[in-house]
C-alpha cells in the first residue's frame, strides 16, 4: 500500500476521532444493555449509530446485532425528510417505520438532533427490540398477518421530546396500544437517556477539537471506510457470481420452494448486488422490506471484512439492487415481521456462499436460522395470577469452514451476539419446565469439515389457563445446505406432545394454537451446512465425533462411509474397521449420484415402509415431504435436488 | 534476627519477590525466572536470590497464574460433569454468543469438560425449590461404577435449580463420595448458588477442574515452605483482592482461575491512600497489555461478570480490570485506509521491538520511546543496550514513508495514537460508568506505565499522577497488603418495599454464619473479622442490577434504596423515584483483617543535583521538537524534591518521563507525584489525608 493519506486533518487527530467516535456510539448501547426493560434488548437485540446532520452514518457501534447494520442512516433521513428545518435542540424523535427504511416495528429507534451554537451538526440514535409493539398476538409476530395493520403499532417519524419537554400525550398514545406500557415507556427513557450520553461526549470532543475538526472527522471517517473497502475489494478479481437459495413456501400457494436470487459483481473497487428474478413477496410475514434486504447484503459482505469499521462510507461501495413488489423488497402494506426468518437470512447465507468461491480460506456453508417459540396465557401457579409470555430462541449450528468444522450451538448469524436465556429465569416467570436442552446427535450437515451441531428444547407446560402457542422459523423444505460438496443438516420445525398419541407436527409458522396443562412440545434447531465432500473426512475425526455423540455410528456409515465397532462405550472405545470403511465409501462413491434422481414417488414409498429415515431422505435422495402428511412435495424436491446438484454434486469425485 | 514478609507475584515471564523487613521498614525487591512446569521452585529461588531462611518469613503471600495456565492451556485432570436428565450440552450451548460478532472464524473457546465426560442423572427440582423427582439411588451407583472406570479425578455436579433447593446435588455427592472417596467433588450450590444454569454451571466446571490442581499446588509449596523452615499460612491471593489460606483453597478453587491480576489494582489502591487519594486509577502497563482498574470512595470496583476465557463465566465477585491489547510492544502499521493504528498486534518477547536486536523489523511503543529519546539506550543498570538506528529504521520504513513525516515526527505520531487507545481505556473504566476522571488520580506502574502516564493525565485532565517507588513489582507488592477475604453470596428476590426487614435480617444472619465459619477456617481471631453486607437491587422491570451496602444489623432499607437511586443516577445519569425496587441478590463480604506492613518515611538527605545522571535530548512536541532533557538517577533524588519538566527519572526497572509543564514532587515513601496544574487536586488530597493516616 503506497497510498498517501489524503487528509485535511493530521493522522493522529483522525486516528483519534475515529476512535473516540466509536467509543462514544459503544457508551450509548452499554447504557441501554444495563438499564433497559425489554428484555429481547437485555438480550442484546440492539444497535446505535452517531450520524450527520445529513444523517448519514458517522459510525456505529462495535457490539451492535447484525440485522441493524445499514439501515440506521435510513431512519435518520426519515426523520430529516419529515421534518425539516422544524428539528430543535432538545427534541428528541421515535421511528419504527420498516416502511421508511427501519427493519420490523419491534426494533424502535431513538433519534435525538444534536445541535452546536445553535447549529444541526448530528444525530445520536439508539435502536432497541421492544418486547411488544401491540397487534392481535404477544410478541407481535402474528404469523397470519398479511399486512401490517394486524401486527402492531407502526411508527413513522413521530417528536417525543420538543425542545426539551417531553410530549407525555404522544407517548401514551403510542404505548396504550402495546402490551405492558409502562416497560415500553421504560425502554423510551433508557434509549433517549442513551442517545443524551451521545451527545454529552460529543460536545466534549467539539469543545476540545474545536466544530469544524469534528465535522471534518465526520466526513473523513466515512470517507476512510470507503477508501478502505475500496482498497481491499480492487485487490480482488473482477467477476460474476450467483446463487440461489429458498424460503420454504409461500402458505397460499403450497408446494414450491421461493427463490431468492443473488447477483454478485466485483468491478475494479466495488461491489454490486442484484436480486433481480427473486419471488414476488409472499402471503406470510416472511418477506422483507428494502431497509432489511439492503442491510442483509451489507452484514452478507462485512463478515469477510470483519476488520473494516461500519459506516455509510462502506455503502457507498457496495451496491444493492432490490425488484420492486419482490420478497425482498415488499412494499407497505405487506406483511414483513418475520424478515428475519425469512428473506434476510437468505440473503445473507446466499452471500456467504459467493464470497466462499472468492475467498475459499474464509469459506462458510450455510448455517441454521432463526427461530423463536412464544406461548402466552394466564400463569396459574399458586401465587401467581398474571398474563405471561415464554418467548424462547435457540442456538444452533454454523456452516462448515475451511479446514474446520463449523461452530456448535451459535446464536444465529442475524445477531451472534444474541444471548439466549437462561432455562431457570424462564422457569421463575413462566408455568414452563423445560425438559430438554441438548444438543441433537446427527444434526450437523456432513461434509470434509461438518456443519455444528444444532440443538433441541422441549418443555411441559404447568398451571394455566387460555395459553396458545406461535412460532416463527424457516428451513423445513429449504433445508440448510451444505457447499463445495457438503452436505444439508435437518429440517426445522416444532412438534406438540410429540411422543404421546396425538402428537402432531405443527410446521414452522403458525399462531395461536391451543396448549393446555401437561401438554408437551420439542422443537430442534438446525445444524450447519458441511463443507467438502463428506467422503473425504478423515475417519478418526468422523471416530472423535461418535465418542462425542455428534455423530451415530449408524450415521457416520451412511453420511461419512466410516464403518465404526463399538468395543466398549463406557469407556471411549471404539474402532475403525479400515476394509469395511473402504468398501463403503466406494459403495457410496458410486451410488450416490443415482440416488439424486430417484423416482420421488419410490423414495417416500421406501420411506413410510420405513427403509429409509428422514435424514435419509433429505441427505442421500434429495426428497423434500411434507411433515405433517408425510407425502412427497415433488416441485420443492424439484428445485431442492437442482440446487443440490450445484452445491454438492458438482464437487463430488 | 530479623522478620520478614515476602510477597511473590509469578508472572508468565518474571516471578516478582517483594521482601518487606518488619524491623527496619526497608524494602528488598528482585525478580527470577518464572518456572512454570513447577512453579514453587521460581518462588524459592526467589526467596533464596533475597538471602532469607523460612524461618526469618512472618508471612509469605503471593499470587500464581497456575490456574490461568492450566484453564488456557488445559491441563487439567480427568474431570466429569453429573447433571440434570436433558442439560448436559448447557456449557457448550452456553448463552450461544461470540465475543468477535464479525469474524466467523474467530471460535469461543472449547468448553472445559468435553461431551463424552458430561453425564446426566434423573432428578428435578422446581423454581420455588421442590423436589419434582427425587434422587435414584442405584442410578447414581451405576454411574459411579462407569466413573470409576474412567479414572475420573474430579466431579462437577450442578442440577437445574440447585440454587433455590441443593438437596439433590448433596445426595448424588454423598453417595458419589461414598464410591469414590478419594476424588474432589463440588456442587453447584455450595460453590455459588446463584440462578441461571450456564454461569453456575459454569463456574462449579471452573470450579471441579481447578481444584485437584490448585489443591496439590499449595500442598506442594507448603511442604517446600516448611523444608526452608517457614511455620505460617500460605497466602494466595484470589481474584476478588483478598487471600485464602490453604484451608479454603480446595472449596473455591475458581477463584484462582485469576489470581496475580488483582494484585496491581490493590496496590495501586494501597499506593493512591498512601499518598492521600480516595479515587485512583490503576494502570498497569506491560509488554504487551495493559490493565486498568478504577478505585472510587476507596472501594475498587467489583464485577461478576468475568471469565478467563470468552464464554465460560466465573461468577465469584472479582475486582473489575480492563485489559487491552497496548504496550510497549505493541506494534504500529498503517492501514489499508491510510490511516496510523496501534496494536492490538504485539512484537512480544520475541522478536519484540526493533530496537531489541532479535530479528524485529516493525516499529514498537518502545522504539518509538527510544527514538523520542524517552528512553535511554542502556536499561537495567547497563545490563541490556537498545539499537537506536533499528528502530529509526523501523519508524521510517513503516511509518514515516507513508506519512510523509520526518522520523521523529512519526515516532511522536505513534506514541500519540497509542496514548489515544489508552485514553479510551481509561474512558470505558471512567466516564462510561459515570466516574469523572478529574476526581481522580492516575496510579501508572509495570514496565512501561511510567513511560506514558504523565501524557494520559494530561489528556485525560487527571490531575494528578503518582508512580510508586517500585513500579515493576508493584503487583508484589499488592499481595502483602490485602486481608483475608470471602464472599457469600445468593440470589434472592423480593420487593424492596413491601419486604419486612425481619426477614431480610434473617437470610443475612444465616448467610453470616458461613461467612464466620469459613473466617474461622482461616484462623481468624474474632475481633479480627468485619463483615459487609450488599444487596443487589434494580428497578422493577429492569434485567441488570446495582450493589449497594445495607446496614448491620438492619433497620430500615431506606438508606439502601437511596443509595440505589443515587448509585443508578451516578452511572446512568438518571434516577426513577416512581418505580419500585426490586431485591434480586444477597452478598457478604467476610474479612478478615490481617496486618499490613508500615512503609518508612524517609528524611530528605543529599541534593537533586547528585542524582543528575546526564542530559540528553528528548522531543516533546509542546516545546517544539528536541529540548536538552535531565535524566536522574531516581535512587538519589531526596525525598520531598520537587522539580519540573521536561526531566527524564530513570530507575532499574522503569522510567518515568515528566514531559514540559509538569511538576515532580517526591513523598517521603518515595512516591513520585506529578501533575500539570500546580495546586490542582491538592483539596482532595488534604480531605483525603485523614484515610491514610487510618491506612497505616
Redesign the interface.
Given at each position: 500500500?503506497?497510498?498517501?493519506?489524503?487528509?485535511q486533518l493530521?493522522?493522529?487527530t483522525?486516528?483519534?476521532l475515529?476512535?473516540?467516535f466509536?467509543?462514544l456510539v459503544d457508551?450509548m448501547s452499554?447504557?441501554v444493555?444495563?438499564?433497559?426493560?425489554s428484555?429481547v434488548i437485555?438480550n442484546?437485540d440492539f444497535s446505535s449509530a452517531l450520524c450527520d446532520a445529513n444523517g448519514n452514518t458517522v459510525m456505529q457501534g462495535?457490539?451492535?446485532i447484525?440485522v441493524h447494520v445499514g439501515t440506521l442512516h435510513l431512519t435518520a433521513k426519515a426523520v430529516i425528510e419529515d421534518f425539516g428545518d422544524d428539528i430543535h435542540p432538545g427534541d428528541v424523535f421515535i421511528i419504527n417505520d420498516p416502511y421508511r427504511g427501519g427493519t420490523h416495528f419491534n426494533d424502535t429507534r431513538i433519534i435525538r438532533p444534536v445541535f452546536y451554537d445553535g447549529q444541526l451538526i448530528a444525530f445520536m440514535q439508539v435502536n432497541g427490540h421492544w418486547a411488544d409493539m401491540g397487534g392481535s398476538v404477544p410478541g407481535s409476530f402474528d404469523v397470519n398477518s398479511k399486512d401490517h395493520y394486524g401486527e402492531g403499532m407502526r411508527i413513522p417519524p413521530v417528536r417525543i421530546w420538543s425542545k426539551g419537554e417531553y410530549l407525555k400525550d404522544v407517548a401514551n398514545v403510542l404505548v396504550a396500544n402495546m402490551r405492558v406500557p409502562?416497560?415500553r415507556l421504560?425502554d423510551l427513557?433508557s434509549q433517549a437517556?442513551a442517545t443524551?450520553?451521545g451527545e454529552t461526549?460529543l460536545i466534549a470532543l467539539i469543545e476540545k477539537y474545536g466544530l469544524d475538526t469534528i465535522l471534518t472527522a465526520f466526513a473523513e471517517v466515512q470517507d476512510?471506510?470507503e477508501?478502505?473497502t475500496r482498497?481491499?475489494v480492487a485487490a480482488l478479481p473482477d467477476g460474476e457470481w450467483e446463487t440461489t437459495d429458498y424460503i420454504d413456501m409461500d402458505p397460499e400457494e403450497g408446494d414450491g420452494l421461493i427463490p431468492i436470487k443473488v447477483k454478485m459483481t466485483i468491478k475494479g473497487e466495488e461491489i454490486f448486488y442484484d436480486l433481480s428474478g427473486s419471488h414476488k413477496y409472499i402471503g406470510c410475514f416472511l418477506n422483507s422490506a428494502f431497509g432489511s434486504s439492503m442491510s442483509a447484503a451489507y452484514a452478507g459482505t462485512?463478515?469477510f471484512f470483519?476488520?473494516i469499521p461500519l459506516n455509510s462510507g462502506f455503502y457507498r461501495a457496495v451496491h444493492v439492487e432490490l425488484p420492486e413488489d419482490s420478497v425482498v423488497n415488499a412494499p407497505w402494506p405487506v406483511a414483513v415481521t418475520g424478515f428475519c426468518s425469512g428473506a434476510y437470512e437468505k440473503i445473507m447465507n446466499a452471500c456467504f456462499e459467493l464470497w466462499s468461491h472468492i475467498m475459499p480460506e474464509?469459506a462458510?456453508a450455510c448455517s441454521f436460522n432463526l427461530e423463536y417459540l412464544l406461548i402466552g396465557g394466564w400463569d396459574q401457579r399458586s401465587g401467581y395470577n398474571n398474563y405471561f409470555m415464554w418467548y424462547d430462541w435457540?442456538?444452533g449450528g454454523?456452516g462448515g469452514?475451511h479446514e474446520?468444522d463449523g461452530?456448535?450451538?451459535?446464536?444465529p448469524v442475524f445477531?451472534?451476539?444474541?444471548?439466549?436465556q437462561?432455562?431457570?429465569?424462564q422457569?421463575?416467570l413462566s408455568p414452563v419446565?423445560?425438559?430438554?436442552?441438548?444438543?441433537v446427535t446427527d444434526s450437523a450437515g456432513p461434509g470434509q469439515f461438518r456443519g455444528g451441531c444444532g440443538?433441541e428444547k422441549?418443555g411441559i407446560l404447568t398451571d394455566s389457563n387460555d395459553t396458545v402457542m406461535s412460532y416463527c422459523c424457516d428451513r423445513s423444505r429449504s433445508v440448510t445446505w451444505g457447499i463445495f460438496g457438503g452436505l444439508p443438516s435437518t429440517p426445522h420445525g416444532a412438534w406438540l406432545n410429540k411422543d404421546k398419541e396425538d402428537g402432531q407436527f405443527l410446521g414452522t409458522i403458525f399462531s395461536n394454537v391451543k396448549v393446555k396443562k401437561g401438554d408437551t412440545f420439542t422443537r430442534p434447531s438446525a445444524g450447519g451446512g458441511g463443507l467438502g465432500d463428506p467422503l473425504d473426512r478423515d475417519p478418526q475425526a468422523v471416530l472423535e465425533d461418535v465418542?462425542?455423540?455428534?455423530v451415530s455410528i449408524e450415521r457416520a456409515k451412511k453420511d461419512y462411509g466410516v464403518v465404526i465397532r463399538e468395543i466398549d462405550r463406557?469407556?471411549?472405545l471404539f474402532e475403525i474397521d479400515e476394509e469395511a470403511t473402504k468398501a463403503e465409501r466406494q459403495f457410496i462413491r458410486q451410488a450416490r449420484i443415482g440416488w439424486l434422481e430417484e423416482d420421488i414417488h419410490n423414495v417416500v414409498e421406501r420411506y413410510r415402509n420405513g427403509e429409509i429415515d428422514q435424514l435419509d431422505l433429505i441427505r442421500r435422495y434429495g426428497v423434500i415431504i411434507d411433515q405433517v402428511t408425510n407425502t412427497g412435495l415433488p416441485k420443492t424436491t424439484e428445485q431442492n435436488r437442482e440446487m443440490m446438484k450445484k452445491r454438492s454434486l458438482a464437487y463430488w469425485t | 534476627m530479623s522478620k520478614y514478609r515476602v510477597a511473590v507475584d509469578v508472572g508468565g515471564t518474571f516471578t516478582d519477590v517483594f521482601v518487606f523487613d518488619e524491623e527496619t521498614g526497608s524494602i528488598y525487591v528482585t525478580k527470577t525466572s518464572s518456572t512454570p512446569s513447577n512453579p514453587e521452585k521460581g518462588m524459592l529461588d526467589g526467596i533464596a536470590k533475597a538471602k532469607l531462611t523460612g524461618d526469618q518469613i512472618t508471612m509469605f503471600s503471593h499470587g500464581t497464574t497456575v490456574g490461568t495456565n492450566a484453564l488456557i492451556e488445559r491441563k487439567l485432570p480427568k474431570a466429569a460433569l453429573v447433571t440434570t436428565k436433558g442439560f448436559r450440552d448447557v456449557t457448550e450451548i452456553r448463552r450461544g454468543t461470540k465475543l468477535d460478532l464479525w469474524d466467523a472464524y474467530n471460535d469461543v473457546a472449547e468448553p472445559y469438560i468435553k461431551r463424552r465426560d458430561r453425564f446426566e442423572v434423573t432428578e428435578r427440582v422446581d423454581y420455588s425449590g421442590e423436589i419434582l423427582e427425587e434422587v435414584n439411588e442405584a442410578e447414581v451407583r451405576e454411574l459411579a461404577r462407569v466413573l470409576k472406570r474412567r479414572q475420573v479425578e474430579s466431579i462437577a455436579i450442578c442440577f437445574m435449580n440447585a440454587y433455590v433447593n441443593g438437596k439433590n446435588e448433596r445426595r448424588v455427592k454423598e453417595i458419589l463420595k461414598e464410591e469414590m472417596p478419594d476424588v474432589y467433588i463440588c456442587t453447584s450450590s455450595e460453590t455459588l448458588p446463584e440462578i441461571f444454569e450456564h454461569e453456575r454451571m459454569s463456574t462449579t466446571i471452573v470450579n471441579a477442574v481447578l481444584g485437584p490442581i490448585v489443591s496439590k499446588y499449595i500442598q506442594v509449596l507448603e511442604g517446600e515452605m516448611k523444608e526452608i523452615g517457614y511455620q505460617g499460612d500460605i497466602l494466595v491471593l484470589h481474584s476478588g483482592g483478598g487471600v485464602m489460606t490453604s484451608e479454603t483453597v480446595p472449596r473455591y478453587a475458581a477463584r484462582l482461575a485469576s489470581s496475580g491480576i488483582a494484585a496491581g489494582a490493590i496496590a495501586s489502591k494501597y499506593i493512591a491512600n498512601m499518598c492521600g487519594f480516595k479515587n485512583a486509577i490503576g494502570l498497569d502497563m506491560g509488554g504487551t497489555s495493559t490493565d486498568i482498574s478504577l478505585m472510587y470512595d476507596n472501594d475498587l470496583r467489583i464485577t461478576k461478570d468475568w471469565y478467563i476465557e470468552y464464554g465460560y463465566p466465573i461468577g465469584f465477585p472479582s475486582i473489575e480490570i480492563l485489559t487491552i491489547g497496548a504496550g510497549g510492544g505493541s506494534l504500529s502499521w498503517i492501514d489499508e485506509g491510510g490511516s496510523l493504528r496501534n496494536g492490538p498486534q504485539s512484537a512480544g518477547a520475541v522478536p519484540g521491538p526493533a530496537c531489541y536486536k532479535l530479528g524485529g523489523t516493525e516499529p514498537t511503543n518502545t522504539d518509538a520511546n527510544l527514538v523520542l529519546g524517552r528512553l535511554g539506550t542502556s536499561l537495567l543498570d547497563g545490563q541490556m543496550t537498545l539499537d537506536k538506528e533499528a528502530s529509526m529504521k523501523a519508524i521510517e520504513n513503516t511509518v514515516a514513508s507513508k506519512l510523509n513525516y520526518n522520523v521523529h515526527e512519526a515516532a511522536d505520531a505513534i506514541i500519540k495514537v497509542a496514548n489515544a487507545n489508552m485514553c479510551d481505556a481509561l474512558r470505558l473504566i471512567s466516564v462510561r460508568r459515570g466516574y469523572d476522571p478529574r476526581d481522580f488520580a492516575l496510579v501508572a506502574f509495570g514496565g512501561a506505565g511510567a513511560l506514558h502516564g504523565a501524557e494520559l493525565a494530561k489528556e485525560m485532565e487527571i490531575p494528578n499522577v503518582i508512580i510508586p517507588a517500585h513500579p515493576g513489582v508493584a503487583a508484589a507488592m499488592g499481595c502483602l497488603l490485602v486481608d483475608v477475604r470471602h464472599d457469600v453470596t445468593k440470589t434472592f428476590l423480593a420487593d424492596a418495599g413491601s419486604i419486612k426487614k425481619e426477614e431480610l435480617e434473617q437470610e443475612f444472619v444465616e448467610m453470616e454464619k458461613e461467612a464466620i465459619s469459613l473466617l474461622e477456617e482461616e484462623g481468624i481471631a474474632p475481633e479480627n473479622m468485619n463483615l459487609i453486607r450488599y444487596v443487589d437491587m434494580r428497578y422493577v422491570g429492569q434485567w441488570r442490577t446495582l450493589s449497594v451496602t445495607v446496614d448491620r444489623p438492619l433497620h430500615s432499607l431506606e438508606n439502601a434504596v437511596e443509595r440505589f437511586h443515587q448509585e443508578h443516577e451516578r452511572e446512568f445519569a438518571f434516577r426513577d423515584n416512581e418505580k419500585g425496587i426490586e431485591i434480586y441478590g444477597l452478598r457478604v463480604e467476610a474479612v478478615g483483617t490481617v496486618r499490613k506492613p508500615e512503609f518508612n518515611k524517609e528524611e530528605p538527605s543529599g541534593t537533586l543535583e547528585e542524582a543528575l545522571k546526564e542530559t540528553r535530548d528528548v522531543y516533546f512536541e509542546e516545546s517544539g521538537g528536541f529540548v536538552e532533557t535531565a535524566v536522574y538517577d531516581r535512587t538519589k533524588i531526596p525525598v520531598l524534591s520537587e522539580f519540573a519538566g521536561p526531566a527524564i527519572i530513570d530507575q532499574l526497572d522503569s522510567t518515568i518521563v515528566v514531559p514540559p509543564g509538569c511538576t515532580a514532587k517526591v513523598d517521603e515513601y518515595r512516591n513520585i507525584i506529578m501533575s500539570f496544574v500546580k495546586g490542582k487536586g491538592e483539596d482532595e488530597r488534604e480531605a483525603a489525608s485523614t484515610i491514610s493516616t487510618l491506612m497505616n
Open positions: 500500500m503506497s497510498k498517501v493519506f489524503e487528509s493530521d493522522p493522529v483522525f486516528e483519534v475515529k476512535n473516540g466509536v467509543n457508551q452499554e447504557q444493555l444495563r438499564t433497559c426493560y428484555f437485555y442484546r462495535t457490539q451492535d447484525s409502562e416497560e421504560g427513557r437517556e443524551k450520553t461526549q476512510y471506510v477508501r478502505l482498497a481491499k462485512k463478515t470483519p476488520d474464509r462458510l435457540m442456538a454454523h469452514r474446520r461452530a456448535n450451538a451459535l446464536s445477531g451472534v451476539g444474541l444471548s439466549i437462561p432455562c431457570e429465569g422457569e421463575r419446565i423445560t425438559t430438554k436442552h441438548e444438543i440443538v422441549g465418542i462425542d455423540e455428534y463406557e469407556i471411549d | -
